[in-house]
């Protein structure tokens, strides 16, 4: 996207001449300074002295959308996202936490349909994004040039998308295939059904050996990449798995339900659950791996949530889109910031840097009379929250004190 610069020289300024100042001006001026003795330096900057630096904020300023946004990726190595939304566009911008410096850098309407998931490749260079429309693309990250496009290359709307390295991609249906693709050929190199319905997420180990899918049938699948073949699927949970994310340096996986459960599953025991953590949330439709034991999680109810897992616990709240449900989480290359998009149609910036250092104690709390979650932030319970500042005041008091927001089954390692 081209900006131009409109700026005018001081060549086109007329500048009115001395001569027809009226004569008595200065003397008026000094009569007027002399009738007001209290007038200040900053009196004198305000009528034409330098003008306030920009203001530096604690997160950048929110991003407003034409449409909601059903995914957020951020760049790997620079200050840049990419959103994709329900009319399937895509829109990169530039965050800045000085205030009136986030840009848009470019946008693109290659898919027909919804964009259900977009991600940077490794090195940043390369976007690929997935559809209702059934397409994957690949496009330039700089420009946002389509350079690829493999039509229908599902038979169902693509809801999933997950880069296993620069040449592997894998990729889930609403019909429950997944595939894996080998992008130097643009084929698939697996074509695999197992689920009975949608396939909301992808997770694959360290190793780049297996894969994790999380479906709305209420099962985990697992899938052997190296092999070529389909492993094996846990037993049903009560509602769909909406998310899945590795923890505990692999020796975890966490998946996400569409009841507000978290399914627990130890690493080569993944046909049952080894436990179960209710967080008292509509629904946990997104979540991100702060560090080993702590995960931010989104919801239906528009709270982000901090949870430690082991002790299991809801360490508090990270954010909130008031009131509407929240589509997905990502985090910045630096690990500074948490952003969401939502159905609010706002891109929104959490401070997290605080997060990776907070200790949870093995015994619970007692819970807060009020019900609130503790705060994390200072925009937490919503920017305009008269009540925040009262909250971390409290919070200070109670030394640290956790919300018991939660209902675990065990507490098993």
């Known amino acids: 996207m081209t900006e131009n610069n409109m700026a005018a020289t001081t060549e086109h300024v ?12 200065d003397n008026i001026d000094a009569e007027s300074e002399q009738a007001d003795p209290d007038r200040t330096d900053e009196d ?79 090195d940043g260079l390369k976007l690929y994004s997935v559809s209702r429309d059934k397409a994957v693309h690949l496009l330039d990250a700089e420009r946002g040039q389509l350079v690829t496009r493999i039509r229908g290359a599902h038979g169902a709307p693509i809801n999933s998308l997950l880069l296993v390295d620069e040449n592997i991609l894998a990729t889930g249906d609403d019909g429950g295939t997944l595939k894996v693709w080998d992008m130097r050929k643009g084929t698939a190199i697996m074509d695999l059904k197992h ?7 992808i997770a694959v180990d360290q190793a780049k050996r297996i894969l994790l899918t999380a479906s709305g049938d209420g099962t985990m699948g697992v899938f052997n990449i190296k092999r070529r073949r389909f492993e094996l699927l846990s037993e049903y949970q009560s509602g769909d798995l909406t998310s899945v994310v590795l923890m505990k340096r692999g020796r975890k996986v966490v998946c996400g339900s569409s009841e507000g459960t978290l399914y627990i599953f130890n690493w080569n025991g993944f046909g049952a659950t080894s436990d179960r953590f209710a967080i008292k949330a509509e629904s946990v439709d997104s979540i991100i791996a702060v560090n080993d034991s702590i995960m931010c999680t989104a919801s239906m109810d528009g709270y982000i949530r901090a949870v430690n897992l082991l002790p299991n616990r809801v360490i ?32 929104k910036f959490w401070d997290i840097t605080s997060l990776p250092n907070t200790t949870v104690n093995e015994y619970r709390k007692r819970k807060k009379k009020d019900g609130r979650m503790k705060s994390l932030s200072k925009k937490a319970h919503g920017d305009n929250d008269f009540f925040s500042g009262l909250v971390e005041e409290t919070e200070k008091k109670e030394d640290g004190e956790e919300e018991d927001d939660s209902d675990s089954d065990s507490g098993s390692d």
């Not at 909601?68 to 939304?85: K, Y």
């Not at 689920?195 to 997420?201: E, L």
């Open 316 to 347: 508090g709240c990270v954010g909130q889109h008031v009131g509407e449900p929240i589509e997905e989480l990502a985090k910045s290359w630096d690990s500074r910031f948490l952003v969401s998009s939502a159905h609010d149609q706002l891109i």
């Open 195 to 201: 689920h009975d319905d949608y396939i909301s997420d």
């Open 44 to 122: 004198e900057d305000e009528d034409g002295g330098e003008p306030p630096g920009p203001k530096i904020r604690e997160t950048p300023e929110d991003i407003r959308l034409e449409a909601i946004a059903n995914t957020v990726a951020l760049h790997p190595s620079r200050d840049i996202l990419v959103c994709g939304d329900v009319d399937g566009d895509l829109y990169a911008y530039s965050y800045s936490c000085t205030e009136g410096e986030n840009r848009e850098l470019w946008s693109s309407g290659h898919h027909m349909k919804s964009c259900r998931q977009v991600r940077f490749s490794a």
């Open 14 to 25: 007329e500048i009115p001449s001395t001569e027809t100042d009226p004569p008595k001006t």
